[in-house]
Antibody, heavy 122, light 106 residues
Framework: QVQLQESGPGQVKPSETLSLTCTVS????????WSWFRQPPGKGLEWIGH???????DSNPSLKSRVTTSVDTSQNQFSLKVTSVTAADTAVYYC????????????????WGQGTLVTVSS | DIQMTQSPSTLSASVGDRVTITCRAS??????LAWYQQKPGKAPKVLIY???SLESGVPSRFSGSGSGTEFTLTISSLQPDDFATYYC????????FGQGTKVEIK
């Protein structure tokens, strides 16, 4: 079964770039769409952006100018960069695979990685 | 943007209780709604997708209903493992979560 694991620095300084990688095992990153989410401590979930191995990407309009997603099929990984971070970007970041009912064109998410806490602090 | 409003924010219940959580969309999302369960320190787990389809392996005490703008998640008989936070997710246009409902022990 497919498993996802996030990795990256646990602390980033204000104004710098947050970089995370999601490693996929038990399946290929060359299938499906893949997304990133975040959850500030004690708060709800926010979709950040998605990527397909074809290079098709999209992101939350509220974050679009600061978010870049990429995929590395040779490493079976996909990545997230968020630029110019502030304390408001402190959150647990999750990666997840898209799932869909055949032919619907509407995706939900499963499975998810375990999440990684990123703290923005000097 | 489609906004999702969940109610209640917190729910106190006892084992064996029937529990209902509601999610309202700011515009019609047809049936493109999922329900997730999240426990502290863990990733969300899908329970229901397409408003009423039960995810494989999820106990049948969980059920979902609704279409358009109003949806419900029902737990027919609350079990100790069900105390958690529940989120709805709309996937009609981009993706938006409700703010969550924490189910606490009464």
């Amino acid at each position: 079964q497919v498993q996802l694991q996030e990795s990256g620095p646990g602390q980033v300084k204000p104004s710098e770039t947050l970089s995370l990688t999601c490693t996929v095992s038990g399946g290929s990153v060359s299938s499906f769409y893949w997304s990133w989410f975040r959850q500030p401590p004690g708060k709800g979930l926010e979709w950040i952006g998605h990527i397909h191995h074809s290079g098709n990407t999209d992101s939350n309009p509220s974050l679009k100018s600061r978010v870049t997603t990429s995929v590395d099929t040779s490493q079976n990984q996909f990545s997230l960069k968020v630029t110019s971070v502030t304390a408001a970007d402190t959150a647990v970041y999750y990666c997840a695979r898209h799932r869909t009912t055949v032919g619907s064109g509407h995706d939900w998410f499963d499975p998810w990685g375990q999440g990684t806490l990123v703290t923005v602090s000097s | 943007d489609i906004q999702m409003t969940q109610s209640p924010s917190t729910l106190s219940a006892s084992v064996g209780d029937r529990v209902t959580i509601t999610c309202r969309a700011s515009q019609s999302i047809s049936g493109w709604l999922a329900w997730y369960q999240q426990k502290p320190g863990k990733a969300p787990k899908v329970l229901i997708y397409d408003a009423s389809s039960l995810e494989s392996g999820v106990p049948s005490r969980f059920s979902g209903s609704g279409s358009g703008t109003e949806f419900t998640l029902t737990i027919s008989s609350l079990q100790p493992d069900d105390f958690a936070t529940y989120y709805c997710l709309q996937y009609n246009s981009y993706w938006t979560f409700g703010q969550g409902t924490k189910v606490e022990i009464k």
